[in-house]
């Protein structure tokens, strides 16, 4: 304690106190150092975020480099403050060349720009979700799946075209670019079962998408939670979406409006109704789903 306290004593109590203060300020280069560093220091996170911070802060430094060689004429602070405007433009010029070598075809540009960066996606992360997919064309009128011979082992989400949803010969809805083609499919089973398609699914124009190998992806899963979450939210926003798409097909006689909300209720308000066969085999699906 007492060691402690006389270096404390040495470095404070017995410093020289400042007796007159300089009248005049510091130079301008002096003033635009600390405004960079202020305004620097205000810089974001991601990659452009630390593009923004390293170059406000390598020019303050820089600054105070000249400032300490012309006006102060101190060795030490102009070397340290020259040291630390090196080491920002090498941090600088790495980041740099990171953003410029992350380059993908226009598909994958158009699905980050569409999908992927409003939720905030780096493009590092980005890269390593496209880097586990591939691009597919499908040709019109040919299918991506068969009601009850196509097995699921895979997720792809379209990028182009439009995809017809059939049951049994029957019309559920479309898929449209930037939506999976498979959601329902993927989340209904673990990653250790395996399943067929309940629905036909046919190309109405010529289709490009993305798709994932289901185990190369439920692997990437395990090593990025991250991604994991984001196809999470990804997947349940698209479920939803293709819920009231279908709510908006299924009509019931009589300009009753079937609900996937109440479906209860429906069947206790109208139950001399004849049911359509979409209602019928949504209702199936429903109580599979229960058990």
């Known amino acids: ?48 975020g630390l593009l923004y911070v390293f170059s406000l802060l390598g020019l303050g430094f820089l600054c105070s480099a000249i400032w300490a060689w012309v006006d102060v004429c101190a060795a030490d602070i102009y ?27 226009r598909e994958f540009q158009l699905l980050y720009s569409s999908l992927f960066q409003p939720l905030g996606t780096s493009l590092p992360v980005f890269r390593t979700i496209a880097l586990s997919s591939e691009v597919v064309t499908l040709e019109k009128e040919h299918c991506y799946a068969m009601q009850g011979k196509t097995s699921i082992d895979k997720l792809s989400l379209l990028v182009s075209g439009r995809i ?19 959601s329902p499919e993927w989340d209904s089973l673990r990653p250790t079962e395996e399943g067929i398609f309940q629905v036909t699914l046919t190309a109405e124009t010529d289709c490009r998408y993305v798709s994932w190998r289901r185990k190369k992806l439920y692997l990437l899963f395990a090593q990025h939670r991250y991604i994991s979450r984001l196809f999470s939210v990804l997947i349940g926003s698209d479920i939803a979406d293709k819920l ?13 409006h079937y609900d996937i909300r109440l479906p209860n209720f429906y069947q206790m308000s109208s139950p001399k109704i004849r049911k359509s066969p979409l209602t019928e085999h949504f209702r199936n699906s429903r109580q599979g789903c229960d058990k």
């Not at 060691?3 to 017995?14: A, M, P, Q």
């Not at 009231?244 to 009753?256: E, S």
């Open 1 to 48: 304690m007492e060691r402690n306290s006389s270096l404390w004593t040495n470095l404070i109590d017995e410093h020289p106190v400042c007796i007159t203060w300089k009248q005049e300020a510091e130079g301008a280069i002096y003033h635009l150092a600390s405004i960079l560093f202020v305004v620097g220091f205000m810089g974001g996170s991601g990659f452009f």
């Open 79 to 105: 070397s340290w403050n020259f040291v630390l405007f090196v080491i920002c433009f090498m941090q600088f010029v790495h980041i740099a060349y990171q953003v410029r070598s992350i380059t993908f075809s």
């Open 164 to 182: 017809r949803v059939t049951v049994d010969g029957e019309f559920l809805h479309y898929i449209f670019p930037f939506q999976f083609l498979d």
């Open 244 to 256: 009231y798409a279908l709510n908006d097909r299924v009509y019931t006689g009589k300009t009753y």
